[in-house]
């Protein structure tokens, strides 16, 4: 079991959807297992999705943040600033059961709520990583390390899988995600876009440039200070990926081989930024087999995916047929489910 981060440096490729829908699965499979998800994005959107969706889940987000003492990702960062250098030992107080806000998720599926407020504090973090203490980023970077052993200590647990949704943008709670992570999934879309982004990715968080000489990332530097290691490469995600027809998937497949050779590079002068799986498994001898291990597709399920996550119902108990949003009906269609719930089991299956 491990803590995974799902993280791109480019918006728009479906990351939170995918946070919740393998964060499900995952629990749906794994019935004696207790599952966190951490919500690192200000924008909430796997936290909307998990509570219930655009309307019940979003209530439930303003009701939760409205509170008093706010039991969000945002509450627990106010505890560490006034704590910066000490871990306060209070993370177990920032999580909720996501089954009794949402019936539709697995009853041992947790949440550690997102939170706008990530946005105004992001400043107070980064000061607190300087002046302070010599090892003070070091201590800094290790508080959403500090709130996943809080919980588990409170669950009893000295291992447990979490999933980690982050923000597009590098920023410090992006950097305290990282941190946190031992393996790293990216998602991406069928764009020339997406491959900038991995490549971006590459380079902030292994030091892994294009151009000789080029500036290292504040974060890559202070790892190798600190020798922290940044999270294992799990896989790279084409997610949510749409074929219309033969000329778009010969576009959409040069892209995505574009995409492949980017990281296969990067495996080939450096396999140690590589998580090899499923345990027991020999490392990849060709490309054919890199793809295998590290590559995964997950195609667009079109309006059943909007009703999934809009509805907060996991794709895997999404049922066909006619559904209520906002007050319209809209028919959910067999086959559409059919074109992602196998995607969605299958890549559950290789996650430990």
């Known amino acids: ?31 004696n297992a207790k599952v966190l998800v951490v919500d690192l994005c200000p924008q909430a959107n796997a936290s909307s999705m998990l509570l219930g969706g655009i309307i019940k889940g979003e209530q439930s987000l303003v009701a939760i943040a409205s509170k008093p003492r706010r039991r969000t990702i945002a509450g627990y960062v106010d505890e560490r600033i006034r704590s910066p250098y000490v871990s306060p030992k209070v993370g177990a107080k920032f999580f909720l059961k996501v089954s009794e806000y949402n019936d539709q998720v697995p009853g041992n599926l947790f949440l550690v709520v997102g939170d706008e407020g990530l946005e105004v504090q992001a400043s107070r973090v980064s000061n607190a990583t300087n002046p302070g203490p010599t090892d003070a980023w070091r201590i800094v970077h290790s508080w959403i390390s500090d709130l996943i052993a809080d919980i588990r200590h409170s669950w009893n647990v000295t291992d447990s899988t979490v999933f980690i949704d982050c923000n597009p943008s590098f920023s410090v709670y992006t950097e305290l995600a990282m941190s946190a992570s031992d393996r790293l999934i990216i998602p991406f879309s069928a764009d020339g876009s997406s491959k900038r982004a991995v490549r971006a ?41 749409t074929q219309m027809n033969l000329a778009a998937a010969n576009a959409f497949k040069t892209v995505v081989d574009e995409i492949g050779k980017e990281i296969w590079s990067v495996w080939q002068s450096n396999p140690n930024q590589f998580a090899i799986h499923p345990a027991g498994q020999p490392a990849p001898r060709s490309r054919a087999e890199f793809r295998r291990m590290f590559q995964v597709e997950i195609n667009d399920a079109n309006t059943a995916s909007v009703v999934s996550g809009a509805l907060g119902f996991p794709i895997s108990s999404l049922a066909a047929g006619t559904k209520t949003l906002a007050g319209k009906r809209i ?22």
């Open 331 to 352: 028919m959910v269609n067999q086959s559409q489910l059919d074109r992602q719930k196998p995607n969605i089991r299958q890549f559950v299956q290789t996650i430990d």
């Open 201 to 241: 990715v590459l380079a902030l968080l292994y030091g892994d440039t294009r151009v000789q000489g080029a500036e290292q990332s504040e974060f890559y530097l202070n790892s190798q200070k600190f020798r922290m290691s940044a999270p294992k490469i799990y896989n790279y995600v084409g997610n949510r990926l």
């Open 1 to 31: 079991m491990a803590v995974y981060a799902i993280w791109n440096n480019k918006g728009g490729v479906g990351k939170s959807y995918l946070t919740f829908q393998i964060a499900s699965e995952y629990a749906k499979t794994h019935p």
